[in-house]
């Protein structure tokens, strides 16, 4: 079954360095929810603090790439006025942290993939795979490594709200050049990285 088809069945194997992985299974078509919440409120949406400093923690993030002067995360940010798509990754700081606009996420994944080929590394908060056709294109054995999140996250809005009901997990999907298409699967609990 391809993974451009909506009855998608993942195969993944989980693994930690130094431990030998197991098998999992999902029937990611029973994973499919939509959101209710318009796409530009939607897309404001921050990072939570405790997300962004557990992944950062690893990277060392450069620079934020789709941010606002509201809700960077880092002090080098790309805003939507400035529009990252159209630039030369490799002139920022790297790596670099994205939180997409989740209303359009493929030219995002997209420019991942061809900046990682140039060298920049990038690391995204994207929803969880469902079976949607971007997965087959930008994320599975073309990204470096997916790491689940066991736990749904809660978003906030641009005024610090909490956002609550999120019907969708979430995952962190690197890009790197020297590993690009050798997707490792990880995972980490959301409530570790709180408390990390």
């Not at 939507?80 to 994205?98: I, K, T």
């Not at 590993?179 to 990880?186: A, I, Q, V």
Request: hydrophobic share 35%; aromatic share 10%.
């Amino acid at each position: 079954m391809s993974a451009s088809a909506h009855n998608v069945l993942l195969r993944c194997n989980l693994s930690e360095p130094g431990r030998r992985g197991h098998l999992i299974e999902i029937d990611m078509a029973s994973q499919q929810q939509s959101s209710n919440t318009p796409a530009d409120v939607r897309d404001e949406w921050r990072t939570p603090l405790f997300v962004y400093d557990w992944i950062d923690t690893r990277f060392e993030f450069g620079v934020d790439l789709a941010a606002s002067h509201v809700n960077h995360l880092s002090d080098a940010y790309v805003t939507r006025g400035e529009n990252s798509l159209v630039q030369d990754w490799s002139r920022l700081a790297g790596p670099g942290f994205c939180n997409p606009p989740y209303s359009d996420i493929d030219p995002w994944l997209e420019k991942a993939v061809t900046e990682a080929r140039k060298g920049f590394t990038s690391v995204f908060l994207i929803p969880t795979p469902n079976g949607e056709d971007r997965y087959g294109e930008y994320v599975f054995d073309v990204a470096s490594e997916i790491i689940f999140i066991t736990g749904r996250l809660v978003f906030l809005r641009p005024d610090g709200a909490p956002v609550s009901g999120n019907t969708r997990g979430s995952c962190f999907v690197v890009y790197r050049g020297h590993d690009l298409g050798s997707t490792r699967y990880r995972h980490v609990l959301r409530d570790s990285m709180r408390a990390a």
